[in-house]
């Protein structure tokens, strides 16, 4: 594909919500801070993408030195603790999110953590069984994982290949949904296809 073709999808706020609030209050995951909470949402949006030829949130995925980083999420979790936010946000996704999300200061932790403060069952009818079971996987493999603990995973191919290729004056760069199938071992090179042909097609009936 050309470089203007770069594969995008649509953010699914509601989607991420429940993530969030079914991860932060997940038995296995722990210490459920902003770099914990985006590190996760990236695993399970990539393990589902290579699966199913489409993600789970429609992220736009940014390399910083740090990880692989979905940038409107990012910015919401960091608007509900008080923190610097980088791109412009939704008000009524922030004051969403500050309802489901209660943000505890822990003495000695560098970010804020998070925990439900609503019920978890309604937000999850936003997700379908298979996006569900992805997340399952994730906080069940990497929920109690540190920050460091989870370097590799979250600095794969993709994020290798946009970070080696940003201008040296930058801080980060956009990865690429297709890199994200290089070097998986479960890949599917049909769900590549899929999310190819999904892209073209969309762009089509969008004219652009």
Do not use: C
């Amino acid at each position: 594909m050309a470089e203007d073709e770069r594969v995008r999808f649509d953010y699914d706020f509601d989607k991420a919500l429940a993530a969030l609030v079914f991860l932060a209050g997940h038995p296995k995951v722990t210490n459920f801070d902003k770099k914990k909470a985006i590190s996760l949402l990236f695993l399970a949006d990539k393990a589902h993408l290579v699966r199913y030829g489409e993600p789970i949130f429609g992220e736009e995925y940014d390399a910083l030195e740090y990880g692989s980083v979905p940038e409107k999420t990012l910015d919401i979790l960091n608007a509900v603790s008080g923190e610097k936010v980088w791109v412009k946000v939704d008000k009524g996704q922030v004051a969403r999110a500050a309802q489901a999300l209660k943000v505890l200061r822990i003495a000695g932790h560098e970010h804020p953590v998070f925990k439900p403060q609503m019920p978890v069952e309604p937000y999850l009818m936003s997700l379908s069984e298979l996006e569900f079971g992805i997340l399952e996987r994730v906080a069940q493999r990497y929920g109690n994982k540190t920050f460091k603990q989870l370097r590799d995973p979250i600095h794969p191919y993709a994020w290798e290949k946009a970070w080696q290729s940003k201008p040296a004056a930058r801080q980060s760069a956009k990865m690429d949904y297709l890199d994200f199938f290089e070097g998986d071992e479960e890949a599917d090179a049909a769900a590549r296809e899929k999310m190819i042909e999904d892209f073209r097609f969309r762009r089509a009936l969008s004219g652009s």
